[in-house]
């Protein structure tokens, strides 16, 4: 208990600016309180922007083409997010999914970010490539996403986006399926928490 609150008190007192923020006000909440939880993306340039749909997903976080012909701590991130979300055969308006599940989503995104904007941009292309090409290699980059993420605190609305997607609603089977294969469980995320915390109970031990 008092390794959450810690978090949570570090997460309140963190100071987060959104001048290198492009973010839609009908979601405006969700995204600002998710980059709550990443004051390491304060400096870092991200254009949220809906898109009318995205292959095989709901968001999808990318560097800006002309990132590449820059160096990686000067880099811009677009986070596209579908205007839709198809459940049970009809379609749903992504901005108005429950609050919680939101920020996850939006929370997965960014730390899609945290794992490229340490890469170099020779490493990042070859990423993208890996992607594309490899089942094994998406698995790999999702589950960073989701570590990255609950490393940040995030835990609870991670938690709460997988059990809206697998256990309460009718969206589709293909994308449960690929939710199962390429993200990380219910009980590997309570690992990573874990592991989360005995990492900082040493720290500040």
């Not at 811009?76 to 055969?89: D, H, M, P, R």
């Not at 790999?140 to 059990?163: C, Q």
């Amino acid at each position: 208990m008092r390794i959450i609150l810690i978090i949570k008190l570090l997460v309140i007192m963190s100071t987060t600016t959104y001048a290198q923020k492009i973010i839609p006000e009908s979601i405006a909440a969700e995204i600002k309180t998710a980059l709550s939880y990443y004051p390491e993306l304060n400096n870092t340039s991200i254009n949220f922007k809906f898109k009318k749909d995205i292959k095989k997903s709901t968001m999808q976080a990318q560097p800006t083409l002309g990132s590449f012909l820059k160096p990686k701590s000067k880099r811009k991130y677009n986070i596209f997010i579908s205007e839709t979300v198809k459940i049970s055969g009809d379609v749903y308006y992504t901005k108005k999914m429950p609050k919680d599940v939101l920020i996850g989503w939006i929370g997965h995104e960014l730390g899609h970010i945290m794992d490229y904007k340490n890469r170099s941009n020779l490493n990042l292309i070859w990423f993208g490539i890996k992607y594309l090409l490899s089942s094994n290699h998406i698995v790999e980059a999702e589950r960073a996403a989701d570590t990255y993420a609950v490393k940040s605190g995030m835990e609870n609305y991670i938690l709460t986006t997988k059990e809206f997607i697998l256990n309460q609603s009718d969206i589709d089977e293909k994308y449960i399926a690929r939710i199962k294969r390429f993200y990380l469980s219910p009980e590997e995320i309570m690992e990573v928490i874990k592991q989360r915390d005995l990492e900082l109970s040493k720290i500040l031990n």
